[in-house]
């Protein structure tokens, strides 16, 4: 599963750490990151973090992460 991140429309709230912990970090500014490839605005994820992934894309308040239809 791709994730893609957009993060010009992070607002920073911190839900996605809780609904994905191993998946998302923050900047400095608490716009969102990928924990394993920062810079990346795009990330492969491994099937163990699928629900995790689905989590914070149905649930980011601003749709900044992005999980393109197969
Ligand atoms: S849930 Fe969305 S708006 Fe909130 S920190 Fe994560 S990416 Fe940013």
Not at 2 to 26: H, R, S, T, W
Not at 39 to 65: F, G, V
């Amino acid at each position: 599963m791709i994730v893609n991140l957009l993060p010009e429309k992070c607002i920073a709230c911190g839900l996605c750490q809780v609904l994905a912990p191993d998946l998302f970090d923050y900047t400095d500014d608490g716009i969102v990151i990928f924990t394993e490839a920062p810079a990346q605005h795009q990330l492969t994820i491994s099937e163990a973090l699928k629900a995790q992934a689905m989590a914070a894309y149905k649930q980011c308040p601003t749709r900044a992460i992005v999980i393109p239809k197969p």
